[in-house]
């Protein structure tokens, strides 16, 4: 097929989806390089102020599955559009907690949960637009650089919000994070559209590029798997063992992920003894190198999947990846320089982010129409696992110290890794169409449409 001509909309809508990643996630970490100036005029413990954390998350993990059902349901334009403005509002009311209030810690805590709960619908409907916009082969390096957003975002944080805080106070940093969101949102919906079809700017050559490689070629599922109305049962979902197995892998990643969102800057500067500026450079590179790796394991795993199969493409990269960074995660809590600590530490946030490009890839793969709410529950285990080291994190490092918290962290690596092993992407969700394609007989066009179902 010839090229000329071709436009190229659905790379423009992947990187204003990387743009959406690190605002979210701008208003995410925000807190935790605030949280010391908030402990500090609010009288807040670093176990309260875990509360605090763990609130988003929370809120964030509960509304996963109902935010990707709704992305498969109305779409990603319109979902992705209204969370975007919902956490702009909560973003700023983070800001307007009244100064010596009794009920602060409930406040600061029923904030962050609805916050959460706003963001819940971002990553289930960026896989809803990849499922219907991102050829099977180009899946890897478009979640990469969608999720290339979380390192961009999350280690710009620290500089922006320091410069914001040591000019103009912590406040007016939740008020610029909010303005951001709500410019990066007007800007999705009005340049999106829920499908290539419907996209105005999308060329002939592109759109039949995009429909030729939305299935594998012989599948049998090339009008079904993507069409929004054929959504997949709960009760098929719930029986997959691949949708567990990446539900369980995701739920560590979260754990060990999230103490470098929340806890990594107060680490810096009240354990290791870093000042405020030393802390938020340090504290930018386990961030970077999560950008450096999304982008490289989202290449990897489409390389690898061409050359080898999906198997070893998305699974074994992703265990590869994930069992190295608990290696880098538990070397770096026993250095005892504090930069080579952040050195180290950051490798291990990096080498985590390889695998990121393919729990996404692999729900899209499996899940067609419905890989909003099956990465939306996927993505559930994941802030699970993320709040619950926001609060256990800082409680484990009181009672046995944070090496220990970091070598809990590489132990749950162990068992993400492990459970990439009984993955298998060939296992599709979709109800198959019953179609007979050409050269096929008719006893194989009326075969049973779960054949190849997980169970």
Request: glycine share 10%; net charge positive; proline share 3%.
């Amino acid at each position: 097929m010839s090229t000329a001509g071709t436009s190229r909309v659905r790379w423009f809508l992947v990187f204003w989806l990387f743009v959406l990643s690190a605002v979210s996630y701008l208003d995410r970490v925000n807190i935790s390089i605030a949280g010391g100036s908030i402990a500090e005029a609010y009288h807040l413990s670093d176990v309260q102020l875990g509360k605090v954390f763990s609130a988003m998350l929370v809120g964030y993990a509960l509304f996963q599955t109902v935010g990707g059902r709704l992305a498969d349901r109305f779409g990603p334009r319109r979902v992705l559009a209204g969370g975007v403005m919902w956490w702009g509002i909560f973003t700023a009311l983070t800001a307007m907690v009244p100064a010596n209030i009794a009920s602060a810690l409930f406040i600061f805590v029923a904030v962050r949960f609805l916050l959460g709960a706003g963001e819940a619908v971002i990553y289930p409907s960026a896989n809803q637009f990849i499922a219907r916009w991102i050829p099977t082969t180009e899946r890897g390096i478009a979640n990469g650089w969608i999720f290339a957003g979380v390192g961009a975002g999350a280690g710009l944080t620290p500089l922006l919000i320091t410069h914001i805080m040591l000019r103009y106070g912590w406040r007016s940093s939740f008020w610029v994070c909010s303005l951001i969101g709500f410019a990066a949102g007007a800007v999705w919906f009005l340049s999106a559209r829920d499908t290539p079809a419907e996209h105005s700017g999308v060329s002939a050559s592109e759109l039949a590029l995009i429909r030729s490689g939305l299935t594998q070629a012989g599948s049998r599922e090339v009008e079904s798997r993507n069409d929004p109305k054929a959504l997949v049962p709960w009760g098929r979902v719930l029986r997959s063992k691949e949708v567990w197995a990446v539900t369980v892998s995701y739920f560590c990643y979260g754990y060990v992920a999230w103490i470098f969102f929340s806890w990594f800057y107060r680490y810096l500067a009240k354990v290791r003894g870093l000042d405020l500026k030393a802390s938020a450079f340090y504290t930018m590179l386990p961030f970077l190198a999560m950008l450096v790796g999304c982008l490289l394991g989202g290449t990897l795993n489409d390389r690898l999947t061409k050359w080898q199969g999906p198997r070893v493409g998305r699974c074994g990269l992703a265990a590869f990846a994930i069992a190295v960074a608990g290696i880098f995660i538990a070397l770096g809590s026993q250095v005892q320089s504090a930069r080579l600590a952040s050195i180290v530490l950051a490798g291990g946030a990096g080498a985590l982010y390889l695998s990121q490009s393919s729990f996404w890839s692999v729900t899209a793969d499996i899940a067609g129409a419905s890989s909003g709410s099956v990465s939306g529950f996927m993505n559930m285990g994941n802030q699970i696992g993320a709040a619950l080291t926001a609060s256990l994190t800082p409680w484990i490092a009181a009672r046995f110290g944070w090496a220990t918290s970091f070598l809990v962290a590489a132990g749950l690596c162990v068992v993400g890794a492990v459970s990439w092993l009984v993955v298998d992407p060939s296992r599709q969700l979709t109800i198959a169409a019953k179609v007979q394609l050409p050269g096929s007989s008719d006893e194989s066009a009326h075969r049973s449409p779960v054949a190849g179902v997980s169970s």
